[in-house]
C-alpha cells in the first residue's frame, strides 16, 4: 500500500513511512518500537500474499494446460483482488 510521505510528500510503502517516522531522532520508547514492529508485519504479510498469488497463477497456469487437473480452482479475480492488496 503507497501513502505520501508525511514529510516529503512522495509516495511510498506505507512501511516505509513508519520505519522513517519511527527512526527520527527523539523518536524512542514503545511507541515507535510498535511502528517498526508494524512495519515488519506488513513486509510479512504482503510476503505471504505473494506467495499465495504465485501459488494460483500456477494453478491457473496448469489448468489451461490440463483442464481436468486436480489444482485449486482460483479465479483470476482472487489473483487481481490479492495483487491491489500488496500494491
Excluded at 510479512?44 to 483442464?67: F, L, M
Amino acid at each position: 500500500m503507497k501513502i505520501k510521505h508525511p514529510y516529503t510528500g512522495k509516495e511510498i510503502s506505507i512501511q516505509a513511512a513508519l520505519r522513517d517516522l519511527a527512526s527520527q531522532e527523539g523518536c524512542d520508547g514503545e511507541p515507535y518500537d510498535q511502528m517498526q514492529l508494524a512495519a515488519e508485519c506488513i513486509d510479512r504479510y504482503e510476503s505471504c500474499i505473494t506467495k499465495i498469488v504465485q501459488k494460483c497463477e500456477e494453478d491457473i497456469a496448469i489448468r489451461h494446460i490440463d483442464p481436468n487437473s486436480e489444482t485449486s480452482h482460483y479465479t483470476e479475480s482472487i489473483i487481481k483482488h490479492l495483487k491491489d492488496i500488496i500494491k
